[in-house]
C-alpha cells in the first residue's frame, strides 16, 4: 500500500495561486486530488498516472489547474490558479485505484487533508 501526505494549503484570495503536494510513500500506479466542501460530498479534482500518460480534470477546474509529478521524490502537485471562493475546501490526495478514477470509492488509500480557503 502507498501512503499519501498532503501539505500546501492555505488562506488566499479570490484570484490568486496555491500549490499543494502530496507525497507517496513508494511508487504509485496513479494519485488524485480529490476535495469535500461543508456539507457537499467528496468531489474528483484532478488524477495522473505516474507515467504521466494519463491525466483527468474536473470541469469545475479545467483550465485553472495543473497536475504535475516529480518522478524522483514520489510527489505529486496541484498547481491552482485564478482561485475562486468555490475552491475552498479540503483537499485529499488519494492512492491505490481499482476501477473509475472520479469515483472516491475506487481509491483505498487517503492523506489527512489540507484545507484550502479562498477569501473573496
Known amino acids: 500500500q502507498v501512503q499519501v501526505v498532503e501539505s500546501g494549503g492555505g488562506l488566499v484570495q479570490a484570484g490568486t495561486t496555491l500549490r499543494l503536494s502530496c507525497r507517496a510513500s513508494?511508487?504509485?500506479?496513479?494519485l488524485a486530488w480529490f476535495r469535500q466542501a461543508p456539507g457537499k460530498e467528496r468531489e474528483f479534482v484532478a488524477g495522473?498516472?505516474?507515467?504521466?500518460?494519463?491525466?483527468a480534470y474536473a470541469d469545475s477546474v479545467k483550465g485553472r489547474f495543473t497536475v504535475s509529478r516529480d518522478t524522483a521524490s514520489y510527489t505529486m502537485y496541484l498547481q491552482m490558479n485564478s482561485l475562486k471562493p468555490e475552491d475552498t475546501a479540503i483537499y485529499y490526495c488519494?492512492?491505490?485505484?481499482?476501477?473509475?478514477?472520479?469515483?472516491?470509492?475506487?481509491?483505498?488509500?487517503w492523506g489527512q487533508g489540507t484545507q484550502v480557503t479562498v477569501s473573496s
Open positions: 495522473t498516472s505516474w507515467t504521466g500518460a494519463t491525466i
Open positions: 513508494a511508487r504509485p500506479y496513479a
Open positions: 488519494a492512492s491505490g485505484v481499482s476501477g473509475s478514477w472520479r469515483n472516491m470509492t475506487s481509491w483505498g488509500y
